[in-house]
């Protein structure tokens, strides 16, 4: 028993070694790289939190990561909201639903250059969306230059992972076997209940994946924004992706590094915060 | 079954619409990339020895010539050169010591003006005398002996259509060919303003006329072009029509040798008995006994290929020169990348001398004539944007170090003729350091200022980055935030003790006693007109209200959006910035309102306006140092616009302004009170312990730079008063004239300057107090919502607000 | 009312339906018409003239033009499409060869450290791409490899989001199976090779398609990384097609499009049944 455990040991690390050498020569150590200028001024002298200090007292961060955080807070809830819901009604459609789920992928399959010429388009103060609303007698609205630009860039990120989140709440649902819910009925449970108390928890586990992977298709909204803002767009659309983008360009790296840091605790919270509430496994 | 289908469906359309991408996709990778020939010729004495390499140095040229028009390597071993002294006289002068000293001598007077001049081995000069048709080959031995042989140069008339007009009583040629003389013409006056001055003296395109009476115009059908001797002492010639052709020197027997009617001729260089001809479609080897053509070279025909973007050939010189080498079957060539041996027919050259070591480098620079002296030497005959000949010695020092073990590196966003000049002659008084250029945005990379700016800012912070920045579009402010720059206001003292400095102009940028950055140059808004025009300039919104009463009378032309919204922004911008670091919003507003008036007034320019004068504006070439406020002035001449608003980049530019008020009236006056930086440098902090590089500075900053070059004034006081002096003293007497558009004839003669136009001149320059805003973030964003503001798809409190928002964003983060 | 309630839920999802599929209609139909019709239709948003945007569906006159000019005339389509396609697929490759033991090494195997990689992998993949921008930058600096393809290659090839994926379902492969190949003798790499990848082919197959989706419409990486236009790939040159050719810029994005419709099409059956195998394993 012992050998064998030893030499299971030895060889998942050895699986996984190659793997974690490439991580580690692209990813890792620069990020490490980064926590440390995160303590240093410029000229390479230590200088503690001061940079922290800096940042937080900055305008612009500030602004960039209360944006970022709006974002988020409004999109994942709505996303995984409605693509639940969708994906809940699709299941009893049968072969209509697997259609309408194979249209629902559509938009993740369009570049993103494409998806920002039909944005304009639509979206533009003389675009169609404003003969739509003419259509009903109201005022023309300037989508991208007030901060409805921030609800455009909402709506740009449902429409483009609504469909692949209701590829896995679908595949999620399917596993949950019928004879639960049979049970369920049989003790005289409704709809509701049935959801709320068979359907929920053990959709825990693909939560968690959803989630995190609607996190980072959030941050991959910065896309869109920057090819129809620019580096200084309309305020509503200044997430920290700019920002830092901004700052590399100005050589800001105490800056940048710092705000780095911050953004890789902030994440690092919600993931365990995550994972104890939502995946039973220990790992 | 269905979604098997339906699975190998897609795997088939898959397989079939890559493969077949991928063909035409594999057909364009593999096109050739333009290759450069720098790649090409591999320096293999770098890589063998780390010793040996050309040293240059210049030779002392007699006094007595003006202008060398060819050299040659005499059988006993002397050198001779051929040209002209200061009054036309041609001459010769030999000399047995390199240079040392020379015996000059008069060559006998020819009635008519000699065109082409060559030297062969035993000391005969062939003379060619007069452009026209009927020129006459002289042919003038050692001793004095003049033989006269006539020839006819080819008939021509079928090729160009029209004939060749010139104009006798001037040392300047001039070639018009029938046909409109439109505005467009005139528009190119300004743009290359260092070619232009050597055209002025040499004069080419600009049309100068005289009044009629003066002149006798003659006919002629066709001209020499260029021209050299073969081995034998032929004299070898291409005429316009793209013909190369011998003409033997006793009997004056034209043979044509090659006929450019397909693939055309822009030049071409003899070695021995081979005649290289640089055409459309390569370079042609061709025979000089009976123009037989030889196996094409692949690497020559690169060579041919970027000498094609080589701008500096004016009369005499050309991008590639060449010669022969020492032994059978090898040629010599020089162009800006440096000089290169080359076995025919060999897959590589050899690159002998390093462009970038030497004057070779300096694009500014004209090449005549190569001549390989011997296996350590070379001479080469130049000329520089002046027109001054400059004789070039190449000698091999095999102690010297292959590549100078101290090297300079100098970052500058885009190509600048100041910089590459700055370098070469560095380079000659330092041999011994190594001054390499790196250039942010190339031609043609398509590379972005921003993707430019952030590589070399990750370069800096790995601490890769150069010794010296040219600033010019950098985010200066943020560089000096992070104190990236050092400070040189040591260096920037002794300047001012040697030659001065404009105080005025250095004041902006000093900080607490310290100077970390400084324009070397500037340029300078101003607003022409009649006087009510002038005292309306003094702040934009009076301009615009005057603008307005005026709108019935005429309207002031600008060509674009984007140009008029520069030219104010150049103007004003110096006085946006508010003590906190945020912009001054009711400045902004007056700015764009003033603007939109003004640009109102023009009605509607139509869309495609704008592309043009966009393109042109952006062109790095076109806007180096470009004195926009001549072509404002002219149009005010030819009653186009009541109001001319632009920039004045130097002397002749000033010259321009007021030969025209002469004409018809006006004044003008500085706008804003800002001058416009121009070729600013700082030193990379990490640097500035280096010895070469704080000369380098000393000498970047210094007077013999600053005289020597065009496009902005020198902040080099010293320069400034020698550059008004040479005007003054010297005056180029002429006069311009251009028809507008219905074809009316309108002139004016270019007044000489004098010492009360530099005293009032300098004051209004001393009285300057800001420099436009430099930062191109904050420039780019102005003008963008400028543009939309101006187009009425917003409002001005929209731009305004996002003028504001945005810039200020920029400025928090 | 249950009929009530399915008819709003069927209204519902397939007014959805139709928002989503909109705009590629719009691309579809945009591609086929002429810059006449384009002009007119989109006049208020290119130029700026008074009044709105319409559009018609169907092309008032079709026509091949951008369709030709697409495929005959534009170099630099096929040059970046290509080179999008050469990432890719070296990228798929290389995470195929790294990635996928990787997953399995931490699915089937303990070893001290794992939890606490499985975490840093996970953290890591969330990161958006300009927190580690720069030190990215100047470790491929270092190695030489900027300006090339590689320095887009390689990181992707070591994005973590595979292995996260991939785990997932190779964590659902029954232990008992694994056990009694090793008591058949079966060295680890064999099991790896012959039961771990047949099982786990759904989970492959998804990472594999959402790799391909991302590495083909990366931004980030290009815009900082190459420098040289000639190694773009096609979501660089994408947005260089001005609005004024706009029927070519559709019909450039349609055919940009289909790689990535294939690659669903292909790959969708896989992509459900992929996670649907790892939470069966509840």
């Known amino acids: 028993m012992k050998y064998k455990s030893k030499k299971q040991k030895w060889t998942g690390i050895f699986f996984v070694l190659p793997e974690f050498l490439g991580v580690s020569i692209f990813t890792l150590i620069p990020f490490v790289d980064v926590m440390h200028r995160a303590f240093l001024r410029l000229d390479g002298s230590f200088c503690g939190f001061d940079n922290f200090q800096q940042i937080f007292r900055n305008k612009a961060f500030l602004l960039a990561a209360g944006n970022t955080l709006r974002f988020s807070v409004v999109c994942l809830p709505l996303l995984l909201l409605v693509s639940l819901l969708a994906a809940v009604s699709l299941q009893t459609m049968g072969k209509m639903g697997g259609l309408l789920k194979s249209s629902y992928l559509l938009p993740m399959a369009i570049p993103t250059a494409a998806v920002v010429l039909i944005w304009k388009l639509f979206f533009d103060s003389h675009g169609l969306m404003n003969r739509l609303i003419s259509l009903f007698e109201a005022d023309p609205i300037d989508f991208m230059n007030t901060s409805w630009a921030f609800w455009v860039l909402v709506f740009s990120y449902l429409w483009k992972n609504l469909g692949y989140t209701v590829l896995l709440w679908s595949a999620g649902l399917s596993g949950i076997s019928e004879s639960i819910y049979e049970a369920g009925k049989m003790d005289g449970a409704n709809t509701i209940q049935r959801f709320r108390y068979l359907t929920l928890p053990n959709l825990r586990q693909s939560a968690f994946t959803i989630v995190v992977i609607s996190i980072i298709n959030s941050f991959k909204v910065f896309r869109e924004a920057y090819l129809v803002g620019g580096n200084y767009p309309q305020e509503s659309i200044y997430q920290l992706q700019h920002l830092f983008n901004n700052w590399f360009r100005e050589l800001s790296m105490d800056k940048m590094s710092a705000a780095s840091v911050v953004l890789f605790l902030v994440l690092t919270v919600l993931v365990i915060g995550l994972q104890r509430s939502w995946e039973r496994e220990s790992i | 079954m269905r979604k098997k289908l339906k699975k190998f469906l897609a795997v088939l359309v898959t397989a079939s619409l890559c493969t077949g991408l991928a063909g035409c996709g594999g057909n364009a990778v593999s096109q050739p990339e333009g290759g450069q020939p720098e790649d090409k010729p591999k320096d293999e004495a770098k890589t063998e020895d780390a010793k040996g390499r050309f040293l240059e140095s210049q030779v002392n040229l007699p006094s007595e010539l003006a202008e060398i028009m060819s050299m040659g390597k005499l059988e006993d071993g002397s050198i001779m050169i051929a040209g002209f002294d200061p009054t036309g006289n041609y001459c010769k002068a030999v000399s047995s010591d390199m240079g040392e000293n020379w015996q000059v001598d008069m060559l006998p007077d020819f009635s008519e003006a000699v065109s082409e001049m060559e030297i062969l081995k035993d000391g005969t000069i062939l003379a060619v005398v007069g452009y026209a048709d009927n020129s006459e080959l002289k042919v003038i031995s050692k001793d004095g002996q003049v033989k006269s042989t006539s020839f006819r140069l080819p008939k021509g008339a079928g090729e160009q259509g029209g004939s060749v007009t010139t104009y006798e009583d001037t040392d300047d040629i001039t070639i018009e060919t029938e046909g409109e003389k439109d505005n467009t013409v005139n528009e190119q006056e300004n743009v290359p303003e260092e070619t232009d001055t050597l055209n002025e003296q040499q004069g080419t395109s600009e049309a100068e006329n005289k009044d009629a009476s003066e002149q006798e115009k003659i006919d002629i059908d066709n001209m020499i072009v260029q021209a050299d001797i073969d081995g034998e002492g032929n004299l070898i010639i291409q005429d316009l029509y793209a013909k190369l052709c011998r003409i033997d020197t006793q009997t004056g027997e034209l043979t044509e040798l090659y006929n450019g009617e397909e693939d055309g001729l822009d030049f071409f260089g003899i070695a021995g008995e081979r005649i290289y001809a640089c055409t459309e479609n390569g370079m042609k080897i061709l025979s000089a006994k009976d123009g037989s053509q030889m196996p094409e070279d692949a690497v020559l025909n690169e060579v041919c290929q970027t000498a094609k973007g080589d701008l500096s050939g004016a009369m005499g010189a050309y991008p590639v020169v060449m010669a022969e080498g020492m032994e059978e079957n090898s040629l010599v060539y020089g162009n800006h990348q440096g000089v290169f041996y080359h076995k025919e027919n060999g897959s590589v050259s050899e690159q002998v001398i390093n462009g970038e070591l030497t004057s070779l480098g300096d694009t500014s620079m004209g090449l005549k004539q190569l001549l390989m002296w011997d296996e350590i030497t070379y001479m080469l005959l130049a000329c520089d944007s002046v027109g001054n000949s400059k004789l070039f010695k190449y000698v091999y020092d095999e102690n010297a170090s292959a590549v100078p073990e101290e090297q300079i590196n100098i970052y500058t966003l885009k190509d600048s003729t100041i910089l590459r000049k700055a370098v070469a002659n560095f380079q000659s008084t330092h041999p011994d350091v190594y001054v390499k250029i790196e250039i942010g945005i190339s031609e043609n990379s398509g590379v972005t200022a921003e993707d430019a700016i952030k590589s070399l800012n990750t370069n800096i912070l790995a601490g890769k980055g150069p010794d010296i920045l040219i600033l010019d579009g950098m985010p200066v402010n943020s560089y000096l935030e992070k104190g990236i720059l050092a400070d040189m206001s040591g260096i920037l003292k002794q300047v001012e003790d040697s030659d001065g400095i404009f105080e005025n102009i250095k004041q902006v940028y000093e900080k607490d006693g310290k100077v970390y950055a400084l324009p070397s140059r500037f340029l300078l808004s101003v607003i022409e007109g009649s006087d009510d025009t002038v005292a309306a300039g003094e702040s934009l919104t009076k301009l615009a209200e005057y603008a307005a009463t005026i709108k019935q009378e005429g309207k002031a032309l600008f060509y674009s959006r984007r140009l008029i919204l520069e030219t104010f922004y150049q103007a004003d911008s110096g006085t946006w910035m508010q003590e906190d670091g945020r912009l001054d919003e009711g400045k902004i507003k007056t700015f764009l309102q003033a603007v939109k008036a003004l640009y109102d007034l023009d009605g509607d320019v139509p869309d495609k306006m704008e592309q043009i004068t966009v393109s042109l504006s952006l062109n790095p070439t076109d806007t180096e140092g470009f004195g926009s406020a001549g072509i404002a002035v002219i149009g005010r001449m030819m009653k186009q616009n009541e109001i001319a608003i632009g920039t004045l980049g130097d002397l002749y530019n000033l010259r321009d302004l007021l030969s025209i008020e002469a004409e018809i009236g006006g004044s003008y006056q500085m706008m804003g009170e800002t001058f416009l930086p121009y070729m600013s440098a700082g030193i990379v902090k990490e640097s500035e312990k280096k010895t070469s590089v704080q000369e380098f500075m000393l000498a970047f900053y210094g007077k013999e730079l600053a005289k020597s070059v065009s496009g902005g004034y020198p902040i080099n006081r010293s320069a400034y008063e020698e550059l008004w002096k040479k005007e003054i003293d010297e005056p180029t007497d002429s006069s311009l004239a251009m028809s507008n558009e219905e074809g009316v004839i309108i002139s004016y003669d270019m007044i000489p300057l004098t010492e009360e136009h530099k005293d009032k001149f300098t004051k209004e320059i001393e009285s300057l107090k800001l420099a436009g805003i430099e930062d191109t973030t904050i420039s780019d964003l102005v003008i963008e919502e400028g543009e939309k503001y101006l187009k009425d798809s917003q409002s001005l409190d929209e731009a305004v607000q996002n003028i504001l928002q945005k810039v200020n964003l920029y400025l928090s983060e | ?282």
């Not at chain 3, 691309?27 to 559009?55: C, I, K, R, Y």
């Not at chain 3, 958006?128 to 320095?151: C, G, I, K, N």
């Not at chain 3, 190459?226 to 349609?254: H, T, V």
């Open chain 3, 1 to 282: 009312m249950k009929k009530m309630v399915n008819l709003m839920k069927n209204i519902l999802l397939w007014t959805v339906c139709l928002i989503m599929i909109t705009p590629v209609l719009c691309l579809f139909s945009g591609a086929f018409m002429d810059q006449l019709e384009l002009t007119e239709l989109l006049g208020p948003v290119l130029n700026h003239t008074e009044g709105l945007a319409a559009w018609h569906f169907l092309p008032q006159f079709p026509t091949l033009q951008n369709l030709v000019e697409l495929l005959l005339d534009s170099l630099e389509f096929y040059q970046t499409f290509w080179n999008s396609l050469k990432i890719t697929l070296f990228t798929l490759v290389g995470q195929l060869i790294f990635a996928m033991p990787a997953a399995w090494g931490l699915a089937v195997y303990e070893f001290p450290g794992r939890k606490q990689l499985y975490f840093l992998y996970v953290i890591l993949m969330m990161l958006p791409f300009q927190v580690t921008m720069l030190s990215e930058y100047l470790a491929l600096d270092r190695l030489q490899l900027l300006d090339s393809h590689w320095a887009i290659i390689m990181p992707g090839v070591f994005s973590t989001f595979s292995v996260f994926l991939m785990y997932r379902f190779f964590w659902g492969v029954p232990k008992e199976v694994i056990e009694a190949a090793r008591i058949d003798g079966a060295g680890e790499f064999i099991i790896f090779f012959h039961i771990g990848i047949p099982l786990g082919k759904a989970g492959i197959i998804s990472a594999m398609v959402l790799q391909f989706l991302e590495s083909f419409h990366q931004m980030e990486r290009p815009l900082v990384f190459l420098k040289n236009k000639e190694l773009w790939p096609l979501s660089m040159y994408l947005p260089e097609i001005d609005i004024s050719q706009a029927g070519f810029a559709f019909c450039a994005s349609l055919f940009a499009l289909l790689p990535a419709v294939l690659v669903f099409l292909f790959g969708q059956e896989y992509l459900e049944q992929g996670i649907a195998c790892t939470v069966q394993k509840e």
